[in-house]
């Protein structure tokens, strides 16, 4: 079987692949149109999110028998076209779950603790005690919405604070020992925290609106280390701005490409660079945190998310 790789991994995803029988060519600079026309001679593929495998991409294939992508969603992929074509569908969340977990608890302290206001005041000499008074985690009721691999690796984290926490998940019966599942209502009425670990689908796009932010009874922290596009992001600077959103920790954003390389836009004719008037306040805010796509991308993971990926290739294929 041959493998095409569209993006760069962990060495090891193509040595092991190799050790077990596969052809493996590479091709991390062609354009889609070139990947197109040659997508034919392969059974297989392995990317992270370089562009979108998208029914025309799919109709291109003949003899394609998976698709495999080192991260956790496969929101860049047609899955039910190619689902109707018999091709095996392979991501691997359970190779960056950990990462993401200790990512969420760290923006999360970060901001109770106002750690990236103090650090900036002191860099320009400013000793202000009082100002940066944090506030303990220790009590507070945290909520996680979406209950898959993401957020019970960040309940689990949460092991060690004396926090209570609950769940909100469409699928029923997930909750576990770190994490108690509850209704929406009960969700919105009880949290301090909301962290927002869920997939990107038609039903999670835009999900984080004014009307979701505006039935939560206390104003609460909000940790976002899922998909950007689900959360309208004017909602949630009008809620920072009112303190219905106490502060907000954001990995992921609304404005990030599909490939999720590269965020900013430039004025061809300057060289300036185009920002959306909330994201403007995003990077001026004192209780926002903003990290570049990156909870889930540490150096262990990277090797967790190839081995995933091999390990699923060769229950499936060997």
């Known amino acids: 079987m041959k493998i095409l790789h569209l993006d760069t991994n962990h060495p090891l995803l193509i040595n092991q692949l190799n050790d077990l029988g596969f052809t493996n060519h590479e091709d991390y600079l062609s354009s889609k149109e070139i990947i197109e026309s040659k997508i034919s001679d392969y059974d297989g593929i392995i990317l992270r999110s370089r562009f979108t495998i998208d029914k025309h991409f799919l109709d291109a294939t003949s003899r394609l028998k998976f698709i495999g992508r080192v991260g956790a969603g496969l929101e860049n992929i047609d899955c039910d076209y190619a689902e109707k074509k018999g091709i095996t569908l392979i991501a691997a969340p359970e190779g960056n779950r950990n990462a993401v977990g200790e990512h969420t608890l760290g923006m999360l302290l970060s901001l109770l603790n106002k750690l990236n206001k103090a650090d900036a005041e002191v860099r320009q000499g400013k000793w202000l005690r009082e100002d940066n008074r944090g506030i303990e985690l220790d009590g507070k009721t945290v909520g996680i919405i979406g209950y898959g691999n993401m957020g019970k690796a960040f309940a689990k984290k949460l092991r060690g604070f004396s926090v209570d926490v609950l769940c909100y998940d469409i699928k029923p019966n997930v909750g576990d020992i770190n994490a108690e599942?509850?209704?929406?209502?009960?969700?919105?009425?009880?949290?301090?925290?909301?962290?927002?670990?869920?997939?990107?689908?038609?039903?999670?796009?835009?999900?984080i609106?004014?009307?979701?932010?505006?039935?939560?009874?206390?104003?609460?922290?909000?940790?976002?280390?899922?998909?950007?596009?689900?959360?309208?992001?004017?909602?949630?600077?009008?809620?920072?701005?009112?303190?219905?959103?106490?502060?907000?920790?954001?990995?992921?954003?609304?404005?990030?490409?599909?490939?999720?390389?590269?965020?900013?836009?430039?004025?061809?004719?300057?060289?300036?660079?185009?920002?959306?008037?909330?994201?403007?306040?995003?990077?001026?805010?004192?209780?926002?945190?903003?990290?570049?796509?990156?909870?889930?991308?540490?150096?262990e993971s990277k090797e967790k998310l190839a081995q995933t990926i091999v390990d699923k290739i060769k229950t499936k294929f060997c």
Not at 181 to 207: A, E, G, R, W, Y
Not at 243 to 262: Q, T, W
């Open 181 to 207: 599942q509850v209704p929406l209502n009960i969700f919105c009425k009880q949290v301090d925290v909301v962290s927002l670990h869920t997939p990107q689908t038609p039903l999670t796009l835009n999900m």
């Open 209 to 299: 609106n004014a009307e979701f932010i505006n039935q939560f009874k206390k104003p609460f922290w909000f940790i976002n280390t899922a998909r950007g596009k689900s959360v309208v992001t004017k909602d949630l600077v009008s809620a920072l701005k009112s303190g219905k959103i106490l502060g907000a920790g954001l990995d992921v954003l609304e404005y990030e490409k599909a490939s999720f390389e590269n965020l900013f836009k430039r004025d061809l004719t300057s060289s300036a660079v185009e920002m959306p008037e909330p994201f403007q306040y995003l990077i001026n805010a004192q209780n926002v945190i903003l990290s570049p796509h990156v909870a889930g991308w540490t150096k």
